[in-house]
């Protein structure tokens, strides 16, 4: 599983496919379409866009919240936020060989994900974020490392954490040292594609 994801920004369909473009032209394998609010034909074209983007470019399509959407398309997936339904019933419509990525932001989250069971989980956010309209509590460093100290603690295998939520270059290294799997950008992405390759030399290299 690639241990970089870039979530979709823009406030058009327009942006939201440019943006795609050069995130999947500077090297990201892994697209989560995430557009709220949006219409929803202009939404569903965004996703039929972006999945046909990514089987081009051999990357990962996954799309925010939508089970159904997800299922139309045959896209590769879909993140579940924690009000979005249950992981069980997405699992049911979308069958074992897709992937279900779920958010959290308690160890409460972290382990109902862990048993229900989810792909990976979205943990976070690191720090405040302009892009979710109803933040959870801010982990910081420290949350992320209590979270998993709780696991080791217990013996229980640690799950495919991302780090979401304003993550940048210099948090890579603190995150995996902590045992954080990798991480999701919007905006550092968004703002400078051209990061990207950085952004997946630093993770290589730390994991070696």
Partial sequence: MEKLQYISQGDTKEEQELNIRKALDHGVKWVQVRWKNAPEREL????EIAKQ?????EAVSIINDNVQLAK???????HLGLNDGSVIEARLVLGEHKIIGGTANTIADVLQRMHEPCNY?????????ATKEKLSPVLGFEGYQKIIDHLKERSLEIPKIFAIGSVTLEDIV???QIGIYGISVSGEITKQPSII??????MI????
């Fill in 53 to 57: 983007l990514c089987s081009e470019y």
């Fill in 205 to 208: 290299y730390n994991c070696q």
């Fill in 174 to 176: 603190p995150l995996q």
């Fill in 197 to 202: 390759n950085t952004l997946k030399k630093v």
């Fill in 44 to 47: 569903t074209g965004l996703c």
């Fill in 121 to 129: 989980i979205g943990l976070g956010p690191l720090r405040f974020t």
């Fill in 72 to 78: 139309e398309i045959d896209a590769d997936g879909v």
